[in-house]
């Protein structure tokens, strides 16, 4: 039996024996290609060029996120699955990039980054980065290589650094009467495990890569704000979060305005004065409007006993992420 009809079945029979089963069950065939299909979320005029946007939901993970029903997206997969069918669409003509993101991993933000740089240099079509809720540390990272950074008032960006979340649960373990032992080739070969306390040696190690990372999020920003001085970049690049004003005064954004301006103002870029505004889901998705898009996840306490799957396994890893 195929996983996804596993998945769905199983949800169906918990949803049934709690009582929230509803009156009735709509069963849609579906074709078995799951590529992006187009949706249209504001028609202006027949033939009109297009503006596409591309949304960036959630934590910037390079794996695949699960869901209820489903095996989930892979972002940084997505993100070039949909810029690629707007660098095919010649009546694209812009893209706006929607961010609603605490951040995520060092490595999955710099692909995005790349790709988006990418997608620039071949198409030559403009990107504008739309802030929504949080776009933070990686968030902000992927959005400086877009053309402009737009933000809603109510925005919470910045978070301008690199962070690593280790846990030691030495005494823990002492308490219960459990000795973990580890066998290893070198000093340095489990820094960072739990199991272990972390070295003078290990802490070193570790903060010399977190520096250089930290490094190269700084020449991101630089080559994104190229209207601020790198010193005034290290200044701001303290690792808070800044409301869409304080962003706005020090130069981190470009303008304040809701989605509906950002709209407007890649209508001007292009210098068109009607365009149909598109964007990209897998097919049979509901997108009523614009401001439909896939959920987003603000919870990102990683105290949290309920931690997500990026964080779960797969030992220590090095985030550009706001985590309160």
Excluded at 23 to 38: H, N, W, Y
Aim: proline fraction near 5%.
């Amino acid at each position: 039996m195929p996983r996804s009809i596993t998945k769905t079945t199983m949800a169906c029979l918990v949803l049934s024996a709690a009582g929230c089963m509803p009156k009735g069950l709509l069963i849609i065939p579906v074709s078995p290609d799951r590529r992006v299909v187009e949706a249209e979320l504001i028609h202006e005029a027949w033939l009109a060029p297009k503006i596409a946007v591309i949304d960036l939901d959630g934590v910037i993970v390079n794996a695949s996120r699960s869901g209820l029903l489903s095996d989930g997206e892979h972002p940084v997969s997505a993100l070039l699955e949909k810029l690629d069918a707007a660098a095919a669409d010649r009546a694209v003509k812009a893209v706006i990039l929607r961010i609603n993101s605490p951040g995520g991993s060092v490595a999955a933000s710099e692909y995005m980054h790349q790709e988006l740089m990418r997608f620039r240099a071949e198409t030559n079509k403009p990107v504008l980065a739309a802030m929504m809720d949080v776009a933070a540390s990686g968030g902000y990272y992927v959005a400086c290589a877009c053309d402009e950074i737009w933000a809603h008032r109510s925005t919470v960006t910045g978070s301008i650094g690199v962070l690593m979340q280790l846990f030691d649960v030495t005494g823990t373990m002492a308490k219960i009467g459990v000795t973990p032992t580890t066998i290893k080739s070198n000093e340095l070969k489990a820094g960072g495990s739990p199991f272990e306390k972390l070295s003078a040696r290990d802490r070193e190690v570790f903060q010399g890569i977190i520096n250089g990372m930290y490094e190269e999020f700084i020449a991101v920003v630089v080559a994104g704000r190229p209207e601020l001085s790198e010193d005034r970049i290290r200044q701001l690049a303290d690792g808070r979060v800044y409301t869409a004003q304080q962003a706005f005064d020090s130069g981190l954004v470009d303008h304040l305005g809701s989605f509906r301006d950002v709209i407007e103002e890649a209508k001007r870029r292009v210098g068109v004065k009607q365009a149909n505004v598109v964007t990209y889901s897998r097919p049979h998705a509901h997108v009523p409007n614009f401001y439909a898009r896939s959920p987003f996840e603000a919870n990102v306490n990683i105290v949290n006993l309920d931690m997500p799957r990026w964080l779960r396994g797969g030992g220590a890893k090095f985030m550009y992420l706001w985590a309160p």
